[in-house]
């Protein structure tokens, strides 16, 4: 049997961002622990929760919140013992989450701003949600770093309503890394629908928070 405590994800903003941290969680044990055989890897609860949308606006926060309680108590009686969530805009409900339940939380936003501040970058461009940007969700983290947006940031959204749609956008967002956005020497990608797009893609310059959760995980998951 293996040293690890039990994690539960809440999932589902969106599905297919949840399946990219799943298998991220499974390849950070790969790599950073030498797991292959099944009994290698910890033992995982996903509640694909279908909240409603808070990409752009937090429109229906009650039903938010309570949605997310049930979510906490749920992987609760399923007996968890780190709880994570693949979804940055979601950190704008992370007191909440925390105030719900005595099972150490793991922020995704938080744990891309120690990958930040470990790179040393001073400023950063943050592909995001508008949700994500306008709430300074990032910025709550990171006071000495300057965070700036795209010019057009209606591209950004368009990018992820299309991935959502699972339509292939990766060519289209690839190209604007490339050349829209190639004086910038660090790059959040700030939502994980956009992290789906990057999975194969690896330029020095991202910071892929999908990335920073799933080896955050990996690593407090081991029980010393």
Same mark, same amino acid.
């Given at each position: 049997m293996n040293n690890y405590k039990k994690i539960g994800i809440i999932g589902g903003m969106g599905p297919e961002s949840t399946a990219? &941290?799943?298998?991220?969680?499974?390849r950070s044990f790969q790599i950073g622990f030498g797991a292959y055989n099944d009994e290698d890897f910890p033992e995982m609860v996903i509640h694909n929760l279908p909240i409603p949308d808070i990409t752009v606006n937090v429109e229906k926060e009650d039903l938010v919140r309570r949605m997310?309680?049930?979510?906490?108590?749920?992987?609760?009686?399923?007996?968890?013992? &780190?709880?994570?969530?693949?979804?940055?805009? &979601?950190?704008?409900?992370?007191d909440y989450l925390t105030s719900q339940t005595g099972i150490p939380i793991i922020s995704i936003v938080e744990?891309?701003?120690?990958?930040?501040?470990?790179?040393?970058?001073?400023?950063?461009? &943050?592909?995001?949600?508008?949700t994500t940007f306008e709430k300074g969700l990032y910025h709550r983290y990171l006071r000495d770093t300057t965070i700036v947006r795209p010019n057009d940031y209606s591209k950004i959204q368009s990018i992820i309503v299309r991935t959502l749609k699972g339509e292939n956008s990766r060519e289209d967002f690839i190209e604007m890394l490339e050349k829209e956005y190639s004086a910038h020497k660090n790059i959040v990608i700030g939502c994980t629908d956009l992290s789906v797009l990057v999975e194969s893609y690896k330029n020095d310059r991202l910071i892929d928070s999908s990335k920073c959760l799933a080896d955050s995980i990996c690593h407090k998951c081991v029980i010393n």
């Open positions: 990219l &941290l799943y298998r991220g969680i499974v997310l309680s049930r979510s906490i108590h749920f992987l609760e009686q399923s007996g968890v013992e &780190l709880i994570a969530f693949p979804c940055n805009s &979601l950190n704008y409900f992370v744990e891309t701003c120690v990958t930040i501040r470990e790179k040393g970058s001073k400023e950063v461009l &943050l592909l995001s949600t508008p």
